[in-house]
């Protein structure tokens, strides 16, 4: 099997740890490089950028075309919607789900110190914390950035501990940003493993699926998803599985200048960690996440944090829900209706001089019905 990864030192330690693992399993894989949009721009801050799937989208379209069989992801780099035919076959037990200070521990900077960040949310939050610091943007890999911070072009960075301890340079990091400090981003030190819906990568890889970070991160996507955003937002969230049994979820939705900093914590049983996560954005929105959102955005999309049912028929619910989800609502569909063709007599269409259809339905079923020649009658539809 072939494993799609971005060419960086940090996603080809993922991608080399997952086939690794499925060696252990008896499965042979090879690696591909492919280049990501956001690989390609490395002079413009993300949030700049826009969109969503800056690095996953090329990975995808190979995924789709049968170049590649599984895709490694860091999952906070991953769209909560997923392309149609793909699907997450696992996520593995997280790494250290925390931010870190590299180069200064945070009270140690002197007023005025500069610190680099690509991340919105990371530099929203140091200004929450320390409104004195010049927060400047940092854009490359994790030993292109911490190049930079040895040069003194910085005299702090933040980056995620788990990438630094994955390659080993863990003695770097100064201070961990705890969660109750500094909420990390949706699905921060975990991987997401995606494959096509069916075939055999899927199967290889369930057995190195983790039910207690998948539903953790299931809580930190839903939260994302109802509040509309992309990876490149100032939004925070973190799950996690406590002693009480339940799963806890702290939210984060921070205007870029961190002068305004909405919270929300709460908890839910493990089975419910999607609804956990669809509450906390329903909540952050009615607390005025929708105006710091419309600061990043110039708008927040109209239908987020909505929770949208579509009774469409199963095989024609699709496009509906595709659209709801791309306003920002969470669909669910639920079938209220089934359709099934009439049995009728044969009909000699030459006799008539115009056939009129009023839905695609009829269409669909009235040519399946054994409709006889239509020659000389004209055949027109309402609508498209």
């Given at each position: ?113 500069r610190v680099g960040t690509s991340s919105l949310r990371r530099a929203a939050q140091l200004r929450a914390l320390r409104p004195d610091l010049e927060i400047e943007n940092i854009r490359g890999n994790l030993d292109t950035r911490l190049r930079k911070l040895d040069e003194g072009q910085y005299q702090a960075i933040l980056l995620a501990a788990a990438g630094l301890r994955r390659l080993g340079w863990a003695e770097r990091i100064a201070e961990r940003m705890t969660p109750d400090r500094m909420v990390p ?200």
């Open positions: 099997m072939t494993i799609g990864s971005r060419g960086s030192q940090l996603a080809l330690w993922q991608a080399r740890h997952i086939q690794a693992r499925l060696k252990t399993l008896g499965v042979e894989t090879r690696i591909e490089i492919i280049k990501t949009t956001g690989d390609r721009i490395t002079d413009v801050p993300l949030a700049k950028v826009g969109g969503k799937g800056l690095f996953t989208k090329e990975i995808e379209e190979a995924l789709l075309d049968g170049r590649i069989d599984l895709a490694v992801h860091s999952l906070k780099d991953l769209p909560t919607e997923l392309p149609a035919g793909l699907t997450l076959a696992a996520i593995p037990e997280r790494e250290d789900t925390a931010d870190a200070m590299i180069g200064a521990k945070l009270e140690e900077l002197p007023e005025g110190a981003a949706v699905g921060q030190g975990a991987l997401a493993i995606e494959t096509r819906v069916e075939g055999p990568a899927r199967e290889a890889c369930r057995a190195l699926d983790h039910a207690e970070t998948r539903a953790a991160v299931t809580a930190e996507r839903a939260l994302l998803a109802g509040l509309g955003g992309g990876c490149q937002v100032p939004i925070g969230a973190h799950a996690a599985l406590e002693s009480d049994g339940l799963l806890h979820l702290r939210a984060v939705v921070a205007h870029p200048d961190g002068q305004t900093v909405l919270r929300h914590e709460a908890a839910s049983p493990v089975q419910e960690a999607r609804e956990l996560g669809e509450r906390a954005a329903a909540a952050l929105l009615e607390g005025g996440a929708r105006e710091i959102l419309r600061a990043v955005y110039g708008e927040a999309p109209a239908l987020a944090g909505l929770r949208v049912l579509n009774t469409r028929p199963a095989e024609q619910a699709g496009p509906l829900s595709e659209k709801l989800r791309r306003m920002g609502a969470e669909v669910v569909e639920l079938p209220a209706i089934a359709l099934a063709p009439l049995a009728f007599d044969a009909v000699n269409l030459g006799s008539f001089d115009w056939i009129v259809f009023t839905s695609a339905n009829a269409v669909r079923h009235f040519w399946r019905g054994g409709a006889a020649d239509r020659a000389g009658a004209r055949v027109c539809a309402i609508g498209p």
